[in-house]
C-alpha cells in the first residue's frame, strides 16, 4: 500500500519522443539515462580525435548535442547526472558544431554553400570575420579570442555523399569537397582539445580524412556499444 502511494505522488516524466536535443530534454523534465561517465572517459582518455558510426535514429544527434552542452560549460543541465561533480565547469571551450543531417545534398554547390553558412553563423555569434581559408581562421580565432583550445563536432560526416551514393560522378566530386574540408581538422591540431565526428557509414578505399590517422575509432568498442549495432562499410573507388 505504501508502495503505491508514493508511486502515486512520484512525477511522471515524459519520454522524449523524437526529441534530440540534450538540453531540450533537460531543461522539459523528460526522461534521460545517464551516460555522461562515458563522455567523462572520451575526454579524459589518450585520444582526442573520435569516429562513431551508428545507424540512423540511435542518438548520434543527442550525444553530439550533449557534448557540446559539456565543453560550453552549461553546468545546470548537468544537474544529478555524473558529470555534474566530475568535470571542470571553471573551463568553457569554444564549440564548432556542425551538422549534415538535414536536407538533401544534390551537388558540390549545395554542399559548400551548406558549410559557408555553417561557418558564418559561427563567426556571427563569436564577433569574427572570416576571409579565404573560412574553417582554419575560424578554429583559430576562436581559439585566440578564448584562449582555450577548440572542439569540433560533427554529425552525419558522410550524409553527402550517401545522398548521391548511386551517382558515383556526384559522390565522387562531394567526396572530394568534404576532405578538404576535414582536412583542415588535421592541419589546426595546435588549436585544438577534442574532435568527435559521427555518421551512418564509414568509408574504405578513400582517405576522406586526409592522413587524420590518429583519428579514434570506438564504434566496435564494448562499452560504447548498443543493441542491433550495425556498421555500414562502403568502398567509394
Request: include cysteine; charge should be positive.
Amino acid at each position: 500500500m505504501k508502495t503505491h502511494k508514493l508511486r502515486e505522488n512520484r512525477p511522471v516524466k515524459r519520454l522524449p519522443i523524437g526529441i534530440q536535443t540534450f538540453s531540450k530534454i533537460r531543461e522539459g523534465g523528460y526522461c534521460y539515462v545517464d551516460k555522461t561517465n562515458l563522455i567523462y572517459q572520451l575526454a579524459h582518455s589518450s585520444g582526442e580525435y573520435y569516429f562513431l558510426s551508428r545507424p540512423r535514429s540511435f542518438g548520434k544527434f543527442l550525444l553530439v548535442s550533449t557534448l557540446k552542452a559539456a565543453f560550453s560549460g552549461q553546468k545546470e543541465l548537468f544537474m544529478g547526472l555524473y558529470l555534474e561533480k566530475n568535470w571542470d565547469w571553471d573551463i568553457e571551450y569554444p564549440v564548432i558544431d556542425i551538422s549534415f543531417g538535414g536536407g538533401v545534398f544534390e551537388n558540390r554547390e549545395i554542399l559548400d554553400k551548406t558549410i559557408h553558412s555553417i561557418l558564418k553563423r559561427h563567426a556571427l555569434s563569436n564577433s569574427i570575420e572570416l576571409t579565404e581559408d573560412k574553417f582554419k581562421e575560424l578554429i583559430q580565432q576562436l581559439n585566440s579570442k578564448y584562449n582555450q583550445r577548440v572542439v569540433i563536432l560533427v554529425d552525419e560526416y558522410d550524409k553527402p555523399i550517401l545522398d548521391n551514393i548511386e551517382k558515383s560522378d556526384i559522390a565522387i566530386e562531394i567526396r572530394e569537397g568534404l576532405k578538404n574540408f576535414y582536412s583542415v581538422i588535421k592541419d589546426s591540431d595546435a588549436y585544438t582539445k577534442f574532435a568527435f565526428l559521427t555518421g551512418v557509414s564509414k568509408f574504405i578505399k578513400v582517405s576522406l580524412f586526409s592522413g587524420l590517422n590518429n583519428l579514434k575509432n570506438i564504434t566496435l568498442e564494448k562499452r560504447y556499444e548498443c543493441n542491433q549495432n550495425r556498421t555500414l562499410i562502403i568502398a567509394l573507388n
